[in-house]
Structures are given as C-alpha cells and as structure tokens.
C-alpha cells in the first residue's frame, strides 16, 4: 500500500470541488466518511493543519489538477517538496486540446 496525500482545490467552487474531491479520494481508493466545511475557518484550519500532518507520514503527494491551482494546493506543493516528497500530478478527465478554453 502507498500512503498519499491528494491535493485538489476546494474554496470557491465549493459544491463542485467537494464532488471532485470525493471522485479524487475515490480515485486514492479512499471512500470518505465527509470533507470539512471550508467555509468555517476553524474547520478550514483544522483540514490544513491534518493535511501537514498526515503530509509528514505520506510516501507522495498527489495533485489533481482539473479545475485548476489553489493557493492552498500551492502551500501543499511547496511543503512536499521541501520534506522531500515525491509529487505526482493527475487528472480524472481528459487533459483539455491546446489552444481549447
């Protein structure tokens, strides 16, 4: 078994990243119980803080990058990179034609 951590955006288009973010964690073979609500920054916190922490265990992390870059996925790149974390970049659908909106 290989520990990850995903990265994918969540603020924002909050109804559609959390169905992303199920389909990403589906995607890990990790069915979740429920995602905190970024919404509450006590919560949005909390998820951060546990993403470092789990970070510290994980073998590599993994970027979903079809809707885009959060400053947040950004925050998590930079912290895998500086504890020597492999990063693994992936998309569930198809990479848009160069050139495509």
Same mark, same amino acid.
């Given at each position: 078994?290989?520990?990850?951590?995903?990265?994918?955006?969540?603020?924002?288009?909050?109804?559609?990243?959390?169905?992303?973010?199920?389909?990403?964690? #589906?995607?890990?073979?990790?069915?979740?119980?429920?995602?905190?609500?970024?919404?509450?920054?006590?919560?949005?916190?909390?998820?951060?803080?546990?993403?470092?922490?789990?970070?510290?265990?994980?073998? #590599?992390?993994?970027?979903?990058?079809?809707?885009?870059?959060?400053?947040?996925?950004?925050?998590?790149?930079?912290?895998?990179?500086?504890?020597?974390?492999?990063?693994?970049?992936?998309?569930?659908?198809?990479?848009?034609?160069?050139?495509?909106?």
């Amino acid at each position: 078994m290989i520990l990850v951590l995903l990265e994918s955006p969540y603020a924002g288009y909050v109804e559609r990243n959390l169905a992303y973010a199920r389909a990403c964690m #589906r995607d890990c073979n990790f069915t979740p119980a429920g995602v905190l609500d970024d919404d509450l920054p006590d919560e949005r916190e909390l998820g951060i803080r546990a993403g470092f922490a789990w970070g510290r265990k994980a073998e #590599r992390t993994v970027v979903y990058l079809d809707h885009g870059m959060s400053r947040g996925m950004e925050a998590g790149i930079q912290v895998a990179k500086m504890e020597g974390r492999p990063i693994e970049h992936r998309r569930l659908y198809p990479a848009p034609a160069h050139g495509a909106p």
